[in-house]
């Protein structure tokens, strides 16, 4: 282990969140200080987030594919609900067409075979 991974400020953060956390969870009731101040250091940690962001900022071609995406939703959609009007539209023609063989009585057994 490195030395400097101890004086790492966000190795601190953490180091004091988990004191925090064990001090609330021990003493409960016992101390005279009141638990939301140490929940608060928890929210603190999430401050940590921002750097994870910062490092997500490097990967352009990520952002240009993610921003390739979020441009085509609006073409996507289109072609779906135009797919959809298609196949709605050979449905109810096939539906159209089959309905004198499907309601006729004269050819069951026939149905039946198929």
């Not at 966000?10 to 638990?35: K, R």
């Amino acid at each position: 282990l490195d030395i400097s991974f101890i004086y790492d400020p966000w190795n601190i953060l953490d180091f004091l969140v988990v004191l925090a956390w064990f001090v609330d969870t021990i003493a409960q009731g016992l101390l005279p200080l009141d638990p939301l101040l140490l929940r608060l250091l928890r929210l603190v940690k999430l401050f940590r987030m921002l750097r994870l962001v910062r490092t997500i900022q490097g990967f352009d071609s990520l952002y240009v594919m993610i921003t390739a995406i979020r441009g085509s939703v609006a073409a996507l959609f289109w072609s779906t609900m135009l797919l959809l009007l298609v196949l709605t539209t050979v449905s109810l023609f096939l539906q159209t067409m089959m309905e004198p063989y499907i309601s006729s009585s004269e050819e069951e057994s026939r149905r039946l075979e198929v």
